[in-house]
């Protein structure tokens, strides 16, 4: 069983996965990989921009969002795709947002990025999908080294190849299954309180039953201040 180092991943994987080309290779960690490592090891073997970058992950924690968003800021990433076991939260997505694009709008979405959820999400994917072809690491994507003996599988080829499509074919149709859309309404809003809502109806009746009076002797006629 081929054994993946943290010190040389980017070479021993991309050596691994080429000599392999047409199926799915096995290999093994020692819990040294985290996910920033596997981005870094397998984005350059898809070719240069644009690049697409697929994970499922149970939890979207705050390292792998910097980790994530940082590639999504420098142009590494033009696009993202997240499967989280549960839906990102609405203040979860504004700080994702805030750390890719600290301009962007209220609503916290990445334009640049599509949503699923799906309960039975397993210890990780990451996929690149770029110009020279597509890579994808199936097995355990941790945020911090967790010392333990992992097992993984990998592939390397063209995009629509039978080998690479053997694996994505099944995670497209089970993202497609599973996609939802982000709230866009703001974290920070909140709903309008009966009294307030009553008051600004009564406001509107007010104004509406408002009618313009012509006084005697042909004087101007005069509107409300609200009205002018």
């Known amino acids: 069983m081929n054994i993946i180092e943290h010190c040389c ?19 093994q960690t020692n ?9 870094k090891a397998t984005m350059l073997m898809v070719g ?13 924690t705050e390292k792998m969002m910097k980790a994530v968003a940082k590639y999504l800021q420098l142009g590494w990433v033009e696009h993202l795709r997240l499967m989280t076991t549960e839906p990102l939260t609405q203040e979860a997505l504004q700080h994702f947002a805030g ?10 979405v990445v334009a640049a990025m599509e ?13 690149f999908t770029g110009p020279k072809g597509t890579v994808v690491v199936q097995g355990p994507m941790f945020d911090t080294i967790t010392p333990r003996l992992c097992l993984y599988a990998g592939v390397f080829g063209r995009t629509e190849g039978l080998a690479v499509r053997s694996i994505t074919d099944t995670w497209e149709a089970r993202f497609r299954a599973r996609r939802y859309e982000a709230d866009h309404t703001p974290a920070t809003a909140t709903p309008a309180s009966p009294s307030a809502t009553q008051k600004a109806s009564a406001s509107g009746e007010t104004k ?6 012509t006084k005697k002797n042909n004087e101007n006629t005069e509107t409300h201040p609200e009205e002018r």
């Open 208 to 213: 509406k039953s408002r009618t313009r009076k």
């Open 31 to 39: 819990g040294d990989m985290t996910l920033q490592k596997w981005m």
């Open 9 to 27: 991943a980017e070479r021993q994987l991309g050596s691994l996965l080429r000599e392999s080309k047409g199926h799915a290779a096995l290999f």
């Open 115 to 127: 949503l699923a959820a799906d309960a039975s999400v397993p210890d990780g994917l990451l996929m």
């Open 99 to 108: 750390m890719t694009c600290p301009d962007a709008d209220a609503t916290g």
């Open 48 to 60: 240069d921009r644009p690049r697409t970058l697929t994970l499922a992950v149970p939890v979207f």
